[in-house]
């Protein structure tokens, strides 16, 4: 996996399941990508073709993708048994392993009711062009890494699952996603996160190393907060 020198991202679709597509032994379809489209958060694009090589990859191995719960790599609640690219984006159909798995089946449940209708990828950047008139960049091609279900797509990619994922794998947070995360996991204003982030993790970002340390420090500090239940 060629990830050394990109940036750990998450990227959010929601309505990409419908409750339609869910049958009763656990097992839907979606997409975890679409081509084209508005910009993302990141100010960002996914170009037709971003997947193949990665996809080609996890081919070559047999390597089985899990479906994980919120982005909880210790919370596998499935496996995906197709993942390709169309002239749409990136579909997946998975199965949950809702006998076995006890969240599992509360996520079909949720699913089934339309609950829950989002799928959300982690990925890191291989290949990207940068277009200064526009201020877009087109992602050329990824190194797919999970798909997840969410409960609460969002396209600014800030929970505090997305940044505890990035912290699992030795990445530091974007000074957004932390901001939104301090604010979703306290009952922080605003101006109160952005003060904390500014005073800390702003601190890391402008460092020209971080080491594990550091990373480990904001990983515990934060290693308690989960998304509210439904």
Excluded: C
């Excluded at 006890?102 to 209708?117: F, M, N, P, S, Y």
């Amino acid at each position: 996996m060629h990830h050394k020198h990109g940036q750990l991202k998450v990227r959010d679709f929601s309505l990409s399941i419908k409750a339609g597509d869910v049958a009763d032994d656990g097992s839907f379809e979606g997409y975890g990508s679409v081509f084209g489209g508005d910009p993302d958060s990141y100010g960002e694009i996914v170009a037709k073709g971003a997947f193949l090589e990665s996809l080609g990859e996890l081919k070559a191995k047999n390597r089985i993708v899990p479906v994980l719960w919120q982005h909880r790599t210790a919370e596998p609640i499935g496996v995906y048994d197709f993942l390709e690219e169309d002239g749409h984006g990136l579909k997946v159909k998975g199965r949950l392993l809702k006998d076995d798995v006890a969240q599992a089946r509360e996520a079909h449940a949720l699913l089934k009711a339309g609950a829950v209708t989002g799928l959300s990828i982690g990925y890191w950047v291989r290949q990207s062009t940068y277009d200064e008139k526009t201020g877009i960049r087109t992602l050329h091609k990824l190194d797919l890494v999970e798909v997840s279900l969410v409960t609460f797509p969002a396209k600014d990619d800030a929970r505090v699952e997305a940044v505890k994922f990035k912290l699992e794998r030795g990445q530091l947070p974007t000074k957004p996603e932390f901001e939104k995360a301090l604010r979703e996991a306290f009952p922080f204003s605003k101006t109160q996160a952005a003060a904390i982030a500014s005073h800390g993790l702003d601190h890391l970002l402008r460092s020209e190393s971080v080491g594990a340390g550091d990373i480990k420090s904001i990983s515990d500090a934060i290693a308690g907060f989960d998304l509210p239940k439904l």
